[in-house]
């Protein structure tokens, strides 16, 4: 599959002509062909006109077409081969086995929620049957189910370029949720996003959707992102990537004469909490735990454990001290731009100028460009509390750990922090009841709470929660990981008293979709 | 029980100091004893504190605790007999039968609440067992439940004194969901408010919840009101009333540092859609329908029949005859309150003012205080299509028939009307086919369809939707009466490796809720 440069508007390849976008090699600081020149208002307005246009027909279309339609963009990807896969490496500076992972799991994505469409539990199906005799009033037949919401705008984001990119969790579960879908492709790696596009646009043609159903667009957040928020025709907003950006977005959205939901999932430092008898028994495995996780990927992850709560003390001591030992045996990391790395520096920069943080270690260095330095801090329980600005995320392998001389400390902590996507509990059975106290704490404030792991890794299933109060997200009442991402861009709509040849076929009495109904207050398996 | 005029702060009973709010009987103009002097910050920050402290003990308390405070509330609302009835009729000028029936729907909804708190569905639980051989990686063990929000400001709506105020849906929902609640009272029923939170407060100290589980506040909507929605541990609103007030607050809490849902039931003028097979068949029948269902309460409901579709003919001018007959046969109703009379009678100027549309009939007048007296009017398709001004919402009596010269007309009113809480279908089986291509626009634009009906009369099951795109609701993802309300006021946790004795009871292995739960991508029941 050649690279061309161009937008895809449904079936439509399409040169932009604005501001050229020029995708990098961050390993090397080498740009890479060609140039994609960036789209405008009339592009915007092109491909939502198609969306739009696509909506009514798509959504009717039975839950097997689109489960199909979900899998057979997962085998379009697949066919892209290794071009796909090298291309990426090359724009994002991540290694092989990542990006080949990461394939897999957006594959797998796809086909979770062809399963997830199947099932039809995501439509909440709803009959109350008519009461006649009811007095004093009878009863009308009511019948519920979720439709979807409209064309819904994807922001790709830089971190993860397939996962949470084209083809990636907002645009999986907004196909699934049967919302056509407008893309504006990360500017850091265009050429594996056309790549993905150009996989979907197949899946589009071999399905027959209508193609509408999906476009590209390349440009600059201004140009082309903001005319995609604000359109009257898209309903529904998906975003992974700066807090500065989500809040911009969100703004947006709710400034239009029709406010509209976003999705932005934002900032967080994922704090993990080393309760006192686990550190007393495991100081060394649960530092060796907590440095892998940090390191990994450069720390480009938004589940990357930026804080570390522990109790001051001797075996805070030995904690500390294999910490340092093994991040200075760490190498260094290619990290995916220069912005990126330019950020990370500022940030790495400002703890290290901070009078109450003191820094522990820190990982070799490389001459080598956006080289990725792994950096953990120290500082107190006082300190931290007492300046908002050491809250902030430095997105990389930078982690800054807090001593307490309390569980009080641990509790204010806790309330201290701003909504976070995942907390961290490292706890053994006689840490119970401290962690029982801070639990209801730790729950108010995070989407995600693990016992003795490590935030990274997100697994992509039915109970995973990817999301967590603001600023972690713009919207603490949806994931957008997991089978339930799917429920975001769905609204509930009531059929009264319709003859049974006018029902949609999920509320209907014989069930022809055999999917879960909750009957006259009942729930019945299909 | 006696009215104090004082506010409810958890158990105490407390006096304002700012402007006095009076209640007055609108069928009079009498004011009503006694004044209600008005909070202020001060009172908003005890109230919020205080829900607060509460809301951790409040969510920890089990299911089966939740679902007796709900039935207590609607036990100890009965308890307080005619004097809730007589005062509730005083201030609103609703006739008795109407308040016993209101009275009546609100005790069913809240024990209703009770039992969707009972069956557990909301708690959306969810088990991924770990999968420790899973190659190339593991998979943790993961568990998801929904968890509530946070505290809740409501505000009580006008035209529903007990089913959409103090105790009303807002209410009972994000009580059911575990969310402690502070009500601004709507002004215009201000003795009946304190009346119902009386009985909210026994309920309280009867069930042993902590006390800020509950605070009723009386105030000007810029005091009190904006405080309540700008207060940082306020978490979600729920919002019945104009279009104009919904906007404010939906400013008010995208602007907080930290934003927060807001659901603001709004405005609505409820097309209904007479097919012209049905209209040949049963002209009268359906104008005797149709004009019973716009009289009905003054017309001050949400889903008043505000607009009405009509195929211009022969046909259509019988109908039109029998409506002009029915509507001059109606005697006059009184209106809530002067102000909501005012603004009736400046939308009906507005519309006989109006070069486009004529008066078709209206009902008999009366000398009696803001007597609502009923209007239909009558334009043409192109006139309405011309003049956004003619789509706004005339609260009372008043509807405006708009005739087509073709079904394409009928397709470009509905993708011409903003959002609605109901659209309505008069048809016959030889109107099929015509619907059946006008249903994909009424979905998108409507939260309830009915067929055959009229939309006023809303029932509370588990099928309801009362929500819609904007304008009729700030969030079209949810429903303001009806079960599915709860959802509002949650959001999912997960919980990644939990050991057995941390897990909450909702998604444990053994289910001792006897709740559904979905493992491993299976739906079970309990």
Redesign the interface.
Known sequence: MQITGQMLIGQSSVQGHKKAIRALNPATNEYLQPEFLGGDQQHVDQAVALAWQAF?DY??MGNESRAVFLETIADEILALGDSLVERAMAETGLPQARIE?ERGRTMGQLRMFA?VVR?G?FL?A???PALPERA??P??D???QK?P??PVAVFGASNFPLAFSVAGGDTASALAAGCPVVVKAHSAHPGTSELVGRAIQQAVKKCQMPEGVFSLLFGAGADVGGALVAHPHIKAVGFTGSRSGGVAL??IA?NRP??I?VYAEMSSINPVFIMSNKLAAEAKAVASGFVASLAMGAGQFCTNPGLVVVMDGPDCEAFLQQVAEETQALGTQTMLSPGIYQAYCEGVNSLTEHDGVSLLAQSASSDLPNQCQAHVFVTQAKTFLADKGLEGEVFGSTSLVIKCQSLEEYRQLAEHFE?QLTITIQMN?AD?DA??AL???F??K????????YPT?V?V?????H?G???AT??????SVGS?AIERF??????????A??LPSSVRDDNPLTI?Q?VD?K?K?A
Chains 1, 2 share one sequence.
Request: with cysteine.
């Open positions: 009514d959504r009717a992972g399963s099932m539990k909440d709803r009959i109350d004093p009033l009863r009308a009511l019948r519920f439709i919401l409209g969100m703004n709710a029709e406010p939901p909504g059975d119970s962690v029982k639990l209801p704490v729950e108010r995070a989407g995600r709470l693990l016992c003795n792991g890794g697994e299933c039915q109970a995973m929660v999301g109060p603001f600023p713009s919207d603490s009442r949806s994931t339930a769905l609204r509930p709509v009531c059929y009264q008293d319709f003859p040849s006018l879960p909750l207050s729930l398996l």
